[in-house]
Antibody, heavy 118, light 107 residues
Framework: EVQLVESGGGLVKPGESLRLSCAASGFTFRTYAMNWVRQAPGKGLEWVSSINFSSSDIYYADSVRGRFTISRDNAKNSLYLQMNSLRAEDTAIYYC???????????WGQGTLVTVSS | DIQMTQSPSTLSASVGDKVTITCRASQTISNYLAWYQQKPGKAPKLLIYKASSLESGVPSRFSGSGSGTEFTLTISSLQSDDFGTYYCQQYFTYLLTFGGGTKVDIK
């Protein structure tokens, strides 16, 4: 069974940093692209960033480019999101999701809440 | 970036009704479109990929159609478990974008 478990969320002040992790199991992690999607309270889904299986191709939404860094460790079956210079508008539940061969998100974690507030 | 526009934003329907949700892309995306269902407090769930392919385990009352810029998600006979918010997403470009969502309530 595919499982994705996010961790690392919490309450931080504007300008601070946070690192999210996503532990993957139940599939061959090193062969799949992965992405992060977020959802602000009461709002819709917003794609944040994607990384291919080998980390050679990485993409970011304009809203986070230059502040967030996606990475992965295939030996540890883990996906990460380093978030710097956090802003109030980054407050959201952050989901990691597996990307299928066609790049739709076919499995999702339960999400981790990031709150940016002074 | 490609903009995705869903309509309606909310709908209320009765059990057994046929329900149709529309998603329009700001430029052609071929058939690189997915539909997701999200229930309150839960992660999204993939329903349809490549515009019309049904994800494994998803009931056959869900179907998708369209190509280019206009797409539809149809629920042929609405069930009580189908409440939630439905999102389309394009993956024609690597800068993925979601529609704003359609909230479905059961009357």
């Amino acid at each position: 069974e595919v499982q994705l478990v996010e961790s690392g969320g919490g309450l931080v002040k504007p300008g601070e940093s946070l690192r999210l992790s996503c532990a993957a199991s139940g599939f061959t992690f090193r062969t799949y692209a992965m992405n992060w999607v977020r959802q602000a309270p009461g709002k819709g889904l917003e794609w944040v960033s994607s990384i291919n299986f080998s980390s050679s191709d990485i993409y970011y939404a304009d809203s986070v480019r230059g502040r967030f860094t996606i990475s992965r460790d295939n030996a540890k079956n883990s996906l990460y999101l380093q978030m710097n210079s956090l802003r109030a508008e980054d407050t959201a539940i952050y989901y990691c999701a597996r990307l299928s061969g066609n790049w739709e998100s076919d499995h999702w974690g339960q999400g981790t809440l990031v709150t940016v507030s002074s | 970036d490609i903009q995705m526009t869903q309509s309606p934003s909310t709908l209320s329907a009765s059990v057994g009704d046929k329900v149709t949700i529309t998603c329009r892309a700001s430029q052609t995306i071929s058939n690189y479109l997915a539909w997701y269902q999200q229930k309150p407090g839960k992660a999204p769930k993939l329903l349809i990929y490549k515009a019309s392919s049904l994800e494994s385990g998803v009931p056959s009352r869900f179907s998708g159609s369209g190509s280019g810029t206009e797409f539809t998600l149809t629920i042929s006979s609405l069930q009580s478990d189908d409440f939630g918010t439905y999102y389309c997403q394009q993956y024609f470009t690597y800068l993925l974008t979601f529609g704003g969502g359609t909230k479905v309530d059961i009357k």
